[in-house]
């Protein structure tokens, strides 16, 4: 009897290969699996593997769904900010241009505003505004969506009157309602008006008297305008009208028009630069149109300055004043224009002038009593006060002529007129720096303290570098014909005004030594020297005195070799071997205001003092 044994184990396939665990015989039969790839079937389990796999496939996942909601919700939250911010440009684009649109037609001033600096109340609706539009002539303002009809509603200042009346004196009160300025007092019941919380009281727009609600009367709002505390600086409408109808009767008698508003009168003529400085200038032409008459107030930007004095000559002689508002190059342009007005045979009509500081420098400003620099810190009526104060003075003017060196220079010599200074050396190469960035991008060179900066960056570079040493050993200087010597200088400065490099006194300077004060109107040049950019430093803190070469009358310099930076009142410019001769032009009348007095001022007329004494 056999007994047969069975051995549980791996099976074994016709090869001796041992199948897999779980592997049937049909499996290992049917299919085949080699090695490192996948198994291989027959075509008989072709049928039944597709079957299979069409009962293992899963279905598609809830996420795939979920994913697409997800892009669509990312596309919405970012197209539709960009689509709302899109149709807010489109409609404030549309609302700019309705605006301008209107300011385009309109007889007021408007001017936008993001910012009122007091609470302010619409002229129509009386509600209160933060941002909307107001007039710079009259004052009044409003909210965006009630200028049509404040348009239409209040009429704004007039620079003639409409009606046939040939009166100097018959003009009405002009009265607003609402936004008084702060501080005001009724001319009725002497009590303070605007300081309630709501549009309220009354104020004209020619004499700036203010009147509450309830004390308006029909007698005040019949009475004549007497045009107020500047009566003598305004160009009355009604002037104008009977200047018109004058001209159209070929009369020019304007002395016995001019008889009915006083001996007192001087009508005053605003010239502004709005781009001098810190850019005050347009803030201050909306500030003396409420003021004045608007005729009297213009932007030299955008009128030239010669233009602008043509309203000098329907005035009386010699009785109009001008003030501009700008720095050095403001005035020396105003200037100019009124020796154009010279030439024209208009003589009798030239003006005074007087000075708002808005440059960097400003010393003509500094030497006529005006001050180093205005930054709003009074106000725009006693700036017009301070004006009607002030007294005539004579500015001596110079010309500059630069002839080029060389036989074959067919070329006419440059021509300069001086108020200020000349100087060739280290001040006039911080300057030609100065300029050149600042034309390349003015926007950064719109602050006082950070044009300083850059002065100061730049006089520091030239004390490491020194571009203008040996001066002594490149020029002749030449006094009144006489040839002077010079020590081992590096710039030489030729002085009109007593100030020098935004206020400091150069002439007089300190110590014991007596020198004769330098004057702008006794037709003599001062001629000093400077060793560097430091000593130019020093001399600014009054640590050091310069070295005073002589006074003269005729200044004549030869520059025999090299460039060398060079500049009048400001405008620097390089210049080549050349000559330069500074001769005496005209007189300029200015006026000076002796109000304010700085520590300069009063040791120079104690000074004076002292030698009188001693003589």
Same mark, same amino acid.
């Given at each position: ?13 016709? $090869? ?30 072709? =049928? ?12 598609? =996942? ?56 007091? +609470? ?46 040939? $009166? ?12 008084? =300025? ?133 005035? +009386?002689?010699?009785? $109009?004043?001008? #003030? ?24 009798? @009509?030239? +003006?005074?002038?007087?000075?708002? +500081? ?49 036989? @074959? ?89 007593? @100030? ?24 003599? #040049?001062?001629?000093?020297?400077? @060793? ?84």
């Amino acid at each position: 009897m056999s007994v047969t044994l069975r051995l549980r184990g791996p099976a074994v396939g016709k $090869a001796g290969r041992a199948r897999p665990p779980g592997q049937t015989g049909r499996e290992a039969a049917g299919g085949r699996r080699d090695r490192g790839g996948p198994a291989r079937f027959s075509p008989s389990q072709t =049928p039944s593997l597709e079957k299979m796999e069409g009962q293992e496939r899963p279905a598609p =996942p809830a996420s795939l769904f979920a994913d697409g909601h997800l892009v669509l919700w990312t596309l919405c939250s970012v197209l539709l900010p960009v689509f709302i911010t899109f149709w807010c440009s489109v409609q404030r684009s549309r609302r700019q241009l309705h605006r301008r649109d209107i300011f385009r037609k309109s007889k007021h001033g408007w001017r936008d505003t993001d910012l009122f600096s007091q +609470p302010t109340y619409c002229c129509v609706c009386a509600q209160h505004i933060l941002q909307g539009a107001f007039c710079d002539c009259c004052g009044l303002r409003v909210d965006e969506g009630c200028l049509k009809k404040a348009d239409k509603r209040f009429p704004c200042k007039e620079i003639m009157l409409k009606s046939d009346s040939k $009166a100097v004196d018959a003009m009405p009160h002009h009265w607003i309602r609402g936004n008084v =300025p702060l501080c005001s007092y009724c001319v009725v019941c002497k009590q303070q008006c605007g300081n309630q919380p709501k549009l309220c009281d009354y104020r004209c727009i020619w004499c700036q008297k203010t009147v509450h609600d309830e004390c308006m009367k029909n007698s005040l709002r019949n009475e004549k305008c007497d045009f107020g505390e500047f009566k003598n600086l305004i160009i009355p409408p009604s002037y104008l009208t009977s200047i018109n109808h004058m001209r159209k009767d070929k009369k020019t008698d304007y002395e016995m028009l001019a008889s009915k508003l006083g001996k007192q009168w001087t009508p005053l003529i605003i010239l502004a630069n709005s781009r001098s400085g810190t850019n005050m200038g347009e803030g201050l032409l909306g500030e003396f149109r409420i003021l004045l008459n608007p005729v009297q107030v213009f932007d030299v930007t955008k009128t030239p300055p010669i233009k602008a004095l043509q309203l000098c000559t329907l005035l +009386p002689y010699d009785s $109009a004043r001008v #003030l501009v508002c700008g720095g050095d190059g403001t005035v020396g342009w105003v200037l100019d224009a009124l020796d154009e007005m010279k030439i024209k045979g208009q003589e009798k @009509y030239i +003006p005074q002038v007087a000075v708002l +500081p808005l440059g960097t420098g400003n010393d003509l400003s500094n030497t006529l009593g005006w001050g180093t620099g205005y930054a709003g810190e009074i106000p725009v009526a006693q700036v017009l006060r301070n004006v009607m104060d002030a007294d005539g003075i004579k500015l001596d003017r110079w010309k500059v002529q630069v002839t080029n060196k060389g036989y @074959y220079n067919l070329r006419k010599p440059k021509e300069f007129t001086m108020n200020n200074y000349f100087s060739v050396g280290p001040d006039a190469l911080m300057a030609l720096n100065f300029h050149a960035h600042r034309e390349k991008a003015p926007s950064l060179f719109s602050s006082r303290i950070l044009n300083k900066a850059v002065y100061l960056f730049y006089g520091t570079k030239d004390c490491l570098v020194q571009e203008c040493k040996d001066l002594n050993k490149k020029v002749e200087l030449e006094l009144d014909g006489e040839r002077v010597e010079l020590p081992n200088l590096e710039g030489i400065i030729v002085l009109n005004i007593g @100030y020098w490099g935004g206020g400091c006194r150069l002439w007089e300077g300190m110590g014991d030594e007596t020198y004769p004060l330098a004057r702008h109107d006794d037709g003599l #040049l001062e001629v000093v020297g400077v @060793y560097g950019s430091f000593h130019c430093a020093q001399i600014q803190v009054k640590l050091a005195n310069p070295f005073r070469i002589g006074q003269a009358h005729t200044v004549r310099l030869i520059l025999k070799c090299s460039m060398m930076p060079m500049q009048v009142d400001g405008e620097p410019w390089a210049q080549g071997p050349c000559t330069v001769t500074i001769t005496h032009k005209t007189h300029a009348l200015m006026l000076y205001f002796s109000g304010e007095q700085t520590d300069d001022d009063v040791s120079s007329a104690s000074d004076q003092e002292d030698t009188k004494e001693t003589e």
